[in-house]
C-alpha cells in the first residue's frame, strides 16, 4: 500500500510570512495527526483529526496555527505569520481508527522541514 | 501529564556490540508503549509495539522490554551494525489512546 504522503519536503521563509504543509494519509485511514518535531526532541501533537471533525488540537498554537481535513482525506497545516520558533520538521501520521489498540499502528510521512529566518 | 524521558540523549559504539537504550516514563497507567526508528531525514518507522500486559516483545536482533510499575522500557540492540544507526524513539498513548507522548530520542552512531 503507498504510505502517507507529504508535501514540500522542504520549505525556508522569513518571519512573518506563511506556509502550508499538505498531507495525504494511507487510503482508508480515519485518523489524521500532525506533528512537530523540533531538532533534537521527540515529536508533539499538534491537532488530530477523525474523519472531518477535530478530536485533540489542545497543542496546537491557534493563534497561528491552523489546519483543516474538509473532506476526510487530505488535510493541510498552515503557519500564518510565521516565527522563528516555528523552525522544524512537521510529520503527518495516519491510523485505521482512534485508540490504542496494538493494530492500530501510527503510519508517519516523511515529514516537511520548515526553515523561518 | 505523561512525561517521558530517553537516556542516553545520543550514544557511540562500534560494530558488534550489544546495546540498552532506556525509556521511562512518569504515568504507569499505559495501554502500550512503542519504539520508533527515525533515519535523517525520513519519518518514523514502528519497530515493536509492548501492550501493557506484555514483559517483552521481540523482532529479529531487537528486544524490548516493558516494566510498567517501575515506568521503564528498554531496547536491546544485539550485535549492532553500521546500518543501526539512527535515532530510537519510544511513545507511550494517553488514556483515550488518541494522543503519543514521545521521548527525546537517543541517537545512535554504530561505527564500522
Known amino acids: 500500500e503507498a504510505g502517507v504522503a507529504q508535501s514540500p519536503r522542504y520549505k525556508i521563509i522569513e518571519k512573518r510570512q506563511s506556509v502550508a504543509f499538505w498531507c495525504n494519509p494511507i487510503?482508508?485511514?480515519?485518523?489524521l495527526y500532525w506533528y512537530q518535531q523540533i531538532l533534537g526532541q521527540g515529536p508533539k501533537l499538534l491537532i488530530q483529526?477523525?474523519?472531518?471533525?477535530?478530536?485533540?488540537d489542545s497543542q496546537l498554537p491557534k493563534d497561528r496555527f491552523s489546519a483543516e481535513r474538509l473532506k476526510g482525506v487530505d488535510s493541510t497545516l498552515k503557519i500564518q505569520p510565521a516565527k522563528l520558533e516555528d523552525s522544524a520538521v512537521y510529520l503527518c501520521?495516519?491510523?485505521?481508527?482512534?485508540?490504542?489498540?496494538?493494530?492500530?499502528?501510527?503510519?508517519f510521512g516523511a515529514g516537511s522541514r520548515l526553515t523561518v529566518l | 501529564k505523561q512525561e517521558v524521558t530517553q537516556i542516553p540523549a545520543a550514544l557511540s559504539v562500534p560494530e558488534g556490540e550489544n546495546l540498552v537504550l532506556n525509556c521511562s516514563f512518569t504515568?504507569?497507567?499505559?495501554?502500550?508503549l512503542q519504539w520508533f526508528r527515525q533515519d535523517p531525514g525520513k519519518g518514523l518507522t514502528s519497530l515493536l509495539l509492548?501492550?501493557?500486559?506484555?514483559r517483552e516483545q521481540t523482532s529479529g536482533r531487537l528486544n524490548a522490554s516493558l516494566d510498567k510499575s517501575s515506568g521503564r522500557s528498554t531496547l536491546y540492540i544485539a550485535a549492532s551494525q553500521p546500518g543501526d544507526s539512527a535515532t530510537y524513539l519510544c511513545?507511550?498513548?494517553?488514556?483515550?489512546?488518541?494522543?503519543?507522548?514521545f521521548g527525546g530520542g537517543t541517537r545512535l552512531m554504530v561505527k564500522p
Open positions: 501520521a495516519s491510523s485505521l481508527r482512534l485508540g490504542a489498540s496494538g493494530a492500530n499502528v501510527l503510519t
Open positions: 487510503s482508508g485511514h480515519a485518523t
Open positions: 483529526f477523525q474523519n472531518n471533525g477535530v478530536v485533540d
Open positions: 504515568d504507569s497507567a499505559i495501554y502500550n
Open positions: 509492548i501492550q501493557s500486559s506484555q
Open positions: 511513545a507511550v498513548p494517553n488514556n483515550a489512546g488518541n494522543m503519543l507522548t
